[in-house]
């Protein structure tokens, strides 16, 4: 990127911000038009009608509404995460990337909070989880782990919000002072007074690196007790010791997948090409292989503990889950796209092809996102009593909704990348270095 001036960075990231074609309207609309379709008819169609329009049932309570959420939080884990670290070990490549990856982030963290009402039975009645004097006598019971997940979950979002709003502050700055008429105003609000002395970069230095400290451990704990909602039962399939690094290992791996399918997403819309380079894809191909065997052994180590303790109801959740139609299918699909496939990016021609790293890191999702589906709907219909046994299967209700979460985030994504500056502008620069003297000037 050495041959980009200054001013040609100012000039791309401002373009995307304030010139808007056809094309990006049709897509916004069309996403407005799928969520009232997939999302908002069919949510407001099951309060009406009620929980019975879905497939659960007893024994089976939790189904695709949980798997969305988990895997919305998983989604959630490597933006910010990532960015973090790489931060801290102040790697160069992080910095035309992080930007949209920490928005991912936060915009996953929302879309999960989706799932939690729309697994309510009488959304309006949220309130009432709050510990509050109240005359119903209905209390919070701090000792559950959903309630672990309440502050857990709040705590990381609200962090990746004013990680990811810190780092932006000069960008805004910058916006202000090259555009007119209400954005002027707003990111003159936004940019909190920002004129770039000496004092200003070094308290912004300090802040964002305390947060980047601070987020770490923060998402390493989010989803452990994410894990813990299913491990600390006594139901075959999820009494687990080995679930908080397992959900941990899951989360990064679909996440950095995620910021895969999103830089190329991302870099062709906006002809970002001179910015997201070969050489992001070449080290993300790299973590996500990593990620891949770490990953396979962690679903190794459950499956053979499953197996050794040679109880009868463990290994009927094994075989259930792994050789019993439907499910052996998805169990067998799960391992085909997290194992096998992304061993291809060990071949740097496939982690710099375009086209090969989409496939792969979509590939990944699905599979992650079947790996969650498993868990939960292999596990609660196969208790300990046959007699309890009732298989799972998600109703057109929860497909949709599912579809409308995906919906959910691109909107909010297309609204970031119109309204936010979506790549650093001063530590794009960075890369470049310092101007030098070219043709005497």
Request: hydrophobic share 50%; glycine share 6%.
């Amino acid at each position: 990127m050495s041959n980009i001036s200054y001013r040609e960075v100012n000039d791309d990231v401002v373009r995307t911000m304030t010139e808007t074609g056809r094309s990006y309207y049709i897509a916004l609309s069309l996403c407005l038009v799928g969520i009232v379709i997939t999302f908002g008819l069919p949510w407001v169609y099951q309060i009406y009608t009620g929980q019975g329009v879905t497939g659960l049932h007893s024994p089976a309570y939790w189904g695709v509404y949980l798997t969305n959420f988990v895997f919305w939080i998983g989604i959630s884990h490597s933006g910010t995460l990532l960015s973090a670290i790489l931060f801290i070990t102040q790697t160069p490549w992080r910095r035309s990337i992080y930007r949209s990856a920490e928005a991912m982030t936060f915009f996953s963290v929302v879309t999960a909070a989706t799932m939690v009402f729309v697994h309510m039975g009488r959304p309006w009645n949220w309130y009432w989880t709050f510990p509050y004097p109240n005359q119903r006598e209905l209390w919070t019971n701090f000792k559950s782990p959903l309630m672990f997940d309440v502050f857990a979950i709040g705590t990381y979002a609200t962090a990746s919000f004013i990680f990811l709003y810190f780092g932006s502050i000069p960008d805004l700055a910058a916006v202000r002072d090259r555009v007119a008429g209400w954005r002027k105003s707003l990111y003159g609000a936004l940019a909190l007074g920002w004129r770039g002395t000496d004092r200003e970069w070094d308290l912004l230095q300090k802040a964002y690196t305390f947060f980047a400290v601070f987020i770490i451990p923060l998402a390493v704990s989010v989803h452990s007790i994410v894990s813990w909602d299913f491990a600390s039962s006594k139901i075959p399939g999820l009494n687990k010791t080995i679930f908080a690094p397992y959900f941990v290992i899951g989360a990064i791996y679909s996440g950095s997948a995620g910021i895969v399918t999103l830089m190329i997403l991302l870099r062709k819309a906006i002809k970002f090409e001179k910015y997201i380079t070969h050489v992001h894809f070449d080290k993300l191909g790299i973590l996500l292989v990593v990620m891949s065997l770490l990953w396979t052994y962690v679903n190794i180590t459950e499956v053979f503990t499953g197996w050794y303790t040679g109880t009868s109801y463990e290994l009927e959740s094994l075989s259930y889950r792994m050789f019993t139609t439907p499910f052996a299918y998805l169990f067998w699909l799960m391992i085909a796209c997290n194992t096998f496939f992304p061993l291809l990016f060990v071949f740097r021609k496939v982690r710099v092809s375009i086209v090969a790293a989409l496939l792969i890191s979509i590939g990944i999702n699905i599979g992650m996102w079947i790996e969650r589906y498993l868990i939960i709907s292999t596990s609660l219909p196969r208790k300990f009593l046959p007699n309890m046994w009732r298989d799972y299967f998600p109703s057109w209700v929860e497909i949709s909704l599912t579809v409308g979460t995906f919906l959910f985030f691109t909107l909010l994504f297309l609204l970031f990348v119109k309204l936010w500056p979506s790549f650093s502008i001063y530590e794009i620069k960075e890369d470049i270095g310092i101007p030098m003297e070219k043709k005497g000037h």
